[in-house]
């Protein structure tokens, strides 16, 4: 009795693992941690190259460079986290620079001959508000219209850099070093001034970098904006109206691309027509770099800062052992074009993996999320409410139509 007592008790054996899991499971993280590994790397390979890259002065100096394009690269995410693209960033910052500069040196124009100049502040925030507005256009655009993001924003791109040359006939706006008797001072602290001995533009970047991080992870419109990107049709069946989130990523798209343009701008000390041109493609390689897939649904904020500062830290660093601009160019495609390669490959292993596992036929993350959005539509062909959804009048009128 006894001894068949503990054979009852025994614990049953682990199922097998299956072979090759373990690594396959290794080469996922490092897949995933892909980012991190090449910006180690990049600054590891340029350190050994030159003695001066890891100096406190160039190490400020190349964040600056990057915060510019990270703080770009942020609102390019949430557009394509929705499966959307957004190629007039670059001119919106050409184009509110552009603006912010002519408030400031001409002030606002009016009928014979005078003019009412704007405090820094209200320069600043109109400026913003362009941005946004331009971006909202955009999204209504792509919604009401049907139109693909791709095009919209491409037309716009040359729209908007055709308004930045009219404003001034292609001519610059020196000196925006303001007048204190106008109220016009102060612009340069965004671009050249520092708070607690950081400047104010890396300032500016992390502020965004942590309220663009938790606004996508925790909360609603964060969630919103991966279920519209996993699945649109499944999210809009689940009561997420679609349109108004697209817009609204649109607009941070925009907002961000302004505050962009005015940190250069203010950099820069006037305002040039040709300000930020091509700056749209390094911040959609900043987000693609930093694992946020251009089908939507996945990717993170923090990942394309990093994504941005691989591309900053690359690029002053071929400055810095006196690389030509053109091998420049080189280097940068081959990464992206790496790294979308990464990419693919890390979805694929995460697929394989998932289904040797016991149950495991559902591919994880964002994979997942979709299977669930599809259960949802299929629920809905049948009959059944969407998912969040208990309107009456849509349970009476299922009712007669049984009837």
């Known amino acids: 009795m006894s001894i068949a007592f503990r054979h009852q008790d025994a614990a049953a054996p682990a199922p097998a693992r299956p072979p090759g899991s373990r690594s396959a499971q290794v080469i996922?993280?490092?897949?995933?941690?892909?980012?991190?590994?090449?910006?180690?790397?990049?600054?590891?390979?340029?350190?050994?190259?030159?003695?001066?890259?890891?100096?406190?002065?160039?190490?400020?100096?190349?964040?600056?460079?990057?915060?510019?394009?990270?703080?770009?690269?942020?609102?390019?995410?949430?557009?394509?986290?929705?499966?959307?693209?957004?190629?007039?960033?670059?001119?919106?910052?050409?184009?509110?620079?552009?603006?912010?500069?002519?408030?400031?040196?001409?002030?606002?124009?009016?009928?014979?001959?005078?003019?009412?100049?704007?405090?820094?502040?209200?320069?600043i925030l109109i400026g913003l508000l362009i941005g946004a507005g331009t971006g909202a256009v955009n999204g209504i655009v792509v919604t009401r219209f049907s139109v693909a993001p791709f095009i919209v924003t491409l037309g716009t791109q040359y729209a908007i850099r055709g308004f930045a040359e009219l404003l001034s006939n292609g001519a610059t706006f020196p000196d925006l070093g303001g007048s204190a008797k106008l109220g016009t001072t102060g612009f340069d602290v965004i671009g050249g001034g520092d708070v607690l001995g950081l400047p104010t533009q890396i300032w500016l970047m992390l502020i965004i970098g942590v309220v663009a991080t938790v606004v996508a992870m925790k909360t609603p419109f964060g969630r919103r904006v991966y279920a519209v990107g996993g699945n649109a049709r499944a999210a809009e069946l689940s009561g997420v109206r679609t349109h108004r989130v697209t817009i609204s990523v649109y607009i941070i798209s925009g907002t961000c691309a302004a505050l962009a343009g005015l940190i250069l701008t203010s950099q820069l000390g006037?305002?040039?027509?040709?300000?930020?041109?091509?700056?749209?493609?390094?911040?959609?390689?900043?987000?693609?770099?930093?694992?946020?897939?251009?089908?939507?649904?996945?990717?993170?904020?923090?990942?394309?800062?990093?994504?941005?500062?691989?591309?900053?830290?690359?690029?002053?660093?071929?400055?810095?052992?006196?690389?030509?601009?053109?091998?420049?160019?080189?280097?940068?495609?081959?990464?992206?074009?790496?790294?979308?390669?990464?990419?693919?490959?890390?979805?694929?292993?995460?697929?394989?993996?998932?289904?040797?596992?016991?149950?495991?036929?559902?591919?994880?993350?964002?994979?997942?999320?979709?299977?669930?959005?599809?259960?949802?539509?299929?629920?809905?062909?049948?009959?059944?409410?969407?998912?969040g959804r208990s309107d009456g009048s849509r349970a009476r009128g299922s009712r007669v139509q049984q009837q």
């Open 270 to 387: 006037a305002a040039f027509p040709s300000t930020a041109t091509g700056y749209e493609l390094n911040a959609i390689a900043a987000a693609v770099l930093g694992g946020t897939s251009l089908a939507g649904g996945q990717g993170s904020i923090p990942g394309t800062i990093v994504g941005a500062f691989i591309i900053g830290f690359l690029n002053d660093g071929l400055v810095l052992i006196n690389v030509s601009s053109f091998w420049q160019q080189v280097v940068i495609g081959i990464v992206i074009v790496l790294a979308v390669i990464f990419d693919q490959a890390q979805r694929r292993l995460s697929i394989s993996i998932s289904r040797r596992l016991p149950g495991g036929s559902a591919s994880p993350g964002n994979s997942k999320r979709r299977d669930d959005s599809n259960e949802g539509v299929r629920k809905n062909k049948t009959g059944h409410l969407p998912c």
């Open 28 to 123: 996922t993280l490092l897949l995933r941690a892909r980012t991190l590994i090449v910006l180690g790397l990049v600054i590891a390979v340029f350190a050994g190259l030159s003695s001066s890259y890891l100096t406190v002065s160039n190490l400020e100096l190349m964040t600056q460079h990057a915060s510019i394009n990270a703080i770009l690269a942020v609102g390019v995410t949430f557009v394509i986290l929705t499966g959307g693209i957004d190629l007039s960033v670059g001119s919106i910052a050409g184009l509110v620079g552009m603006v912010a500069g002519g408030l400031l040196y001409e002030g606002f124009p009016l009928p014979g001959g005078s003019a009412i100049f704007f405090s820094t502040g209200v320069v």
